[in-house]
């Protein structure tokens, strides 16, 4: 029978953070999926086309980014060993869809008064981190 062990307070500030992290996404997620009218709101013409044209697997990619960080940051959160494969489901599906979003599309030149390379970068490093955070809990003995 595996033992566990008991997981110290920075688990649960990550493990709820990583939840917040990505029920944002989920949010940001919907607005684009559904082009609400917040959302558009802050944007040129130049940016609503470049949305509009971006192909249905990079939305596709964005739901499977998000949705798969919830669930996650909900098994990280329940100590279960399968969030670390599920979120490094989330992590390479958000690196392919960051990637192409900064070299796949003129993102850079419409989006360049936004620091267009912070976000991308952001997202990749954070979700890095959460497998790397997840493998390392599961490796102690903090998930089961």
């Known amino acids: ?32 999926a559904y082009k609400t009218e917040a959302s558009m709101a802050d944007l040129n013409a130049d940016q609503i086309a470049l949305l509009e044209s971006l192909p249905a697997w990079i939305t596709a990619l964005f739901a499977i ?21 599920i979120l490094c489901i989330s992590f390479v599906a958000a690196t392919i869809q960051q990637l192409y979003w900064l070299f796949g599309t003129d993102m850079v030149e419409v989006f360049s008064e936004m620091q267009p390379y912070l976000r991308p970068i952001t997202i990749i490093v954070i979700a890095a981190f959460l497998v790397w955070y997840s493998k390392n809990q599961k490796g102690k003995g903090v998930l089961s």
């Open 1 to 32: 029978m595996a033992t566990t062990n008991k997981p110290d307070i920075v688990f649960w500030i990550i493990g709820v953070i990583a939840l917040i992290w990505n029920g944002m996404g989920v949010d940001a997620y919907l607005q684009h």
């Open 65 to 85: 980014t998000v949705f798969t960080g919830v669930i996650g940051a909900i098994a990280l959160l329940m100590r279960k060993k399968i969030a670390a494969i």
